[in-house]
C-alpha cells in the first residue's frame, strides 16, 4: 500500500543557515518548525563552504520539512553582495512554489543572518496578506561590547524596492547606508510579529530606533519567546563512548571560552581549590578550538581535573549532557558596555530539557540570572566560583533522573 502524499506547506521558512549545516541559527531555526508543527517550505543558503554538516540535525524539524532549496549565493554574512544574490535567487524560487502550491500564508524568518530578513522582507512585499514573522537572535546593529556593527549597502534596484515598500508603510527607510540596521528597520516595518528571546533584547533593539512610530510598531508587534527546548527523546538517541570516573563529580561545559564570557575564572577556581576538594572533580570542555586551553591548563597543573575534547554532534552533546553531574554556563559580560545585557545563552534551551542541574555563571540582573539554576556565581569572579566548586565537591554524586518534558 502506497503512502499518501505529503500535504503540502503553506508555511515559508527563510534562514540562511538550516539544517544540515551546523550552526546555532540552523538548530534553533528548526526548532521552531518543530514547534510549530506545520509542513514548511525552506528557503536557505547553500554554505558547504563555511559550515559543515550533521545529518542528524535532519530530525529536529523532520518530515515537516516538504521542500528545501539551498541557494547557491555567495555565502557571505553581511556582505550586499551575498544578501542582495540570496534575495533575488530566493524570491524567484519563494514565487514559483508560491505559484505550484496552494499558496502560502505564513512565513518565518530568522536572523542571524542578515540576509535572511532582505529576503523575506522583499517576498513579503509581492505577496501582501502573507502573515510574516521575523525572528532576532540577537541584537544586529549592536555587537556585544555595544559597539555598532556595519557592513554597507549599495544604492541598487533591490534596495530601492524595500525602501518603496518601507515608505507604503508609512516609514522612512534609514539614512545610515548600513545593512544591519535596514534589516531591524524592514522587520519593524513591515513583519507581522516580531520575535525576541528576552525582554532586555526587545528593548536594547528598540530604544536604538529614532523614529518613535516605527518604535512604537516594533513593541506592539513583540512576542518574547525563549528558544524552543526539545522533548526527552532526543537526548537518548545518541551514545556517547567517554569514562568517567564515578569517584568524581563531572561539570560539562560546551563550546569555545570566550573573553566576554569570562571562562577564565573557572580555571583560576579550580587552580585555588585544596588539591582533596579538586580530587573530587572534573570539568569537561568540548570545544573547537582546544589548543589554547589546554596550554592554560598545563600551564596551571590542572591536567588532573580538567578534560578537553571535541565539538560533537548535536545529538552526541544531548547524550553527553544527560551524563554530566552539572552543566556550566555563563553570561556574557557586557557591565559597562551596554545599558543590559539582551543574551540569553542558546545552550540553556538544551540544558533544561536535560534533566540535570546547571551552573550558572551571571551578571547582576541578566535573563539568565532570572532562570532556574541549580547553582550561580558572578561571571568573572573567581571567589564565588571557588565556592560553587568547593559546594559540588562536598556534595553526594549527582546522577541525573529523567529528562523532564518541556514546559
Known amino acids: 500500500m502506497s503512502e499518501p502524499p505529503p500535504t503540502p506547506a503553506r508555511d515559508l521558512v527563510v534562514s540562511f543557515c538550516f539544517p544540515p549545516y551546523v550552526d546555532t541559527a540552523a538548530i534553533v531555526a528548526a526548532k521552531r518548525v518543530r514547534e510549530a508543527g506545520r509542513p514548511v517550505d525552506v528557503l536557505q543558503n547553500r554554505m558547504g563552504s563555511e559550515r559543515r554538516t550533521d545529518p542528524d540535525l535532519a530530525q529536529i524539524a523532520g518530515d515537516l520539512v516538504q521542500r528545501r532549496h539551498p541557494i547557491p549565493s555567495p555565502t557571505l554574512f553581511s556582505a550586499w553582495r551575498g544578501i542582495s544574490s540570496f534575495t533575488e535567487k530566493g524570491v524567484q524560487r519563494a514565487l514559483a512554489w508560491d505559484r505550484d502550491g496552494p499558496g502560502y500564508e505564513r512565513m ?55 525602501g518603496e515598500g518601507m515608505r507604503r508603510a508609512g516609514f522612512a527607510p534609514p539614512t545610515s547606508g548600513n545593512a544591519y540596521e535596514w534589516a531591524e528597520h524592514l522587520v519593524f516595518a513591515l513583519a507581522d510579529s516580531v520575535l525576541f528571546t528576552n525582554e532586555h533584547q526587545r528593548d536594547l533593539m528598540i530604544e ?155 551578571e547582576p540582573g541578566s535573563v539568565l540570572a532570572d532562570q532556574d539554576l541549580a547553582y550561580r556565581s558572578l561571571a568573572g569572579h573567581t571567589t564565588s566560583a571557588v565556592q560553587v566548586l568547593a559546594d559540588l565537591a562536598d556534595s553526594p554524586v549527582l546522577r541525573p533522573g529523567p529528562a523532564p518534558a518541556p514546559a
Open 208 to 362: 536604538t530606533v529614532q523614529d518613535p512610530e516605527l518604535a512604537a510598531r516594533a513593541r506592539e508587534r513583540s512576542v518574547v519567546t525563549p528558544h524552543p527546548t526539545l522533548p526527552p527523546e532526543f537526548y537518548e538517541m545518541a551514545e556517547v563512548d567517554r569514562p568517567l570516573d564515578p569517584a568524581r563529580r563531572h561539570v560539562g561545559y560546551f563550546g569555545n571560552f570566550y573573553a566576554t564570557r569570562g571562562m577564565g575564572s573557572v580555571l583560576e577556581a579550580l587552580q585555588a581549590l585544596p588539591q582533596q576538594q579538586r580530587d573530587r572533580l572534573c570539568l569537561h570542555v568540548f570545544a573547537g578550538q582546544r589548543e589554547e586551553l589546554e596550554r592554560e591548563v598545563r600551564e596551571r597543573g590542572l591536567r588532573d581535573c580538567v578534560r578537553t575534547g571535541p565539538f560533537l554532534g548535536f545529538l552526541q552533546f544531548l547524550a553527553m549532557c544527560r551524563r554530566m553531574d552539572v552543566l556550566l554556563v555563563s553570561d556574557a559580560v557586557t557591565t559597562g558596555l551596554l545599558s543590559t545585557n539582551p543574551f540569553l545563552p542558546s545552550k540553556w534551551s538544551d540544558y533544561r530539557g536535560s534533566g540535570v542541574a546547571v551552573w550558572g555563571m551571571v
Open 108 to 162: 518565518y524568518s530568522r536572523a542571524q543572518f542578515t540576509a535572511s530578513h532582505f529576503l523575506a522582507a522583499r517576498f513579503a512585499l509581492l505577496r501582501p496578506g502573507l502573515h510574516w514573522t521575523a525572528e532576532f537572535s540577537d541584537p544586529l546593529s549592536r555587537d556585544v561590547t555595544g559597539a555598532v556593527r556595519r557592513s554597507p549597502v549599495q544604492q541598487d534596484a533591490l534596495l530601492e524596492r524595500l
